[in-house]
């Protein structure tokens, strides 16, 4: 058995590319366009491990402009990423607007959301010794 995709339905592709990869760093690997059942698939991969993708699948507003309601997206659970350094993860998705729901206070772990609910968890490669402002930042909201 070959572990193969992970598939998350989007609401904003747009949005979510910004996050994953302009945010996260994941590499676009294939795209999907499907006329005739309205939809869009874009594969998404860590340079690192490029046969682990992220399958992000966006239905397209019907007639009506109408997009479907995908709820709160905590039955998914969340997705993990190993980084090189957690801070500077944190800061750079900080700076483009992304909340950090569960700082990385204890230097090895950070949770935080997609523009879609979905919860990431960031997981340092290593150890790094507690850092302000992280150390005593608060958790937001829930991840």
Same mark, same amino acid.
């Given at each position: 058995?070959?572990?193969?995709?992970?598939?998350?339905?989007?609401?904003?592709?747009?949005?979510?590319?910004?996050?994953?990869?302009?945010?996260?760093?994941?590499?676009?690997?294939?795209?999907?366009?499907?006329?005739?059942?309205?939809?869009?698939?874009?594969?998404?991969? $860590?340079?690192?491990?490029?046969? $682990?993708?992220?399958?992000?699948?966006?239905?397209?507003?019907?007639?009506? %402009?109408?997009?479907?309601?995908y709820g709160s997206a905590r039955n998914f659970g969340h997705l993990a990423f190993r980084?090189?350094?957690?801070?500077?993860?944190?800061?750079?998705?900080?700076?483009? %607007?992304?909340?950090?729901?569960?700082?990385?206070?204890?230097?090895?772990?950070?949770?935080?959301?997609?523009?879609?609910?979905?919860?990431?968890?960031?997981?340092?490669?290593?150890?790094?010794?507690?850092?302000?402002?992280?150390?005593?930042?608060?958790?937001?909201?829930?991840w």
């Open positions: 058995m070959k572990y193969l995709h992970t598939m998350i339905r989007v609401r904003d592709l747009d949005a979510s590319l910004k996050f994953f990869r302009d945010g996260l760093g994941l590499v676009e690997t294939r795209r999907k366009e499907n006329d005739k059942g309205r939809f869009t698939l874009v594969f998404l991969a $860590a340079r690192e491990s490029p046969d $682990a993708e992220i399958e992000l699948t966006y239905n397209w507003p019907d007639a009506d %402009g109408k997009t479907e309601d980084v090189a350094d957690i801070y500077a993860t944190c800061a750079h998705l900080q700076a483009m %607007g992304v909340t950090i729901n569960r700082p990385p206070r204890d230097g090895h772990m950070a949770f935080v959301r997609s523009p879609d609910s979905i919860s990431i968890e960031l997981l340092q490669d290593g150890h790094l010794p507690p850092q302000e402002p992280w150390a005593s930042m608060p958790n937001t909201g829930t």
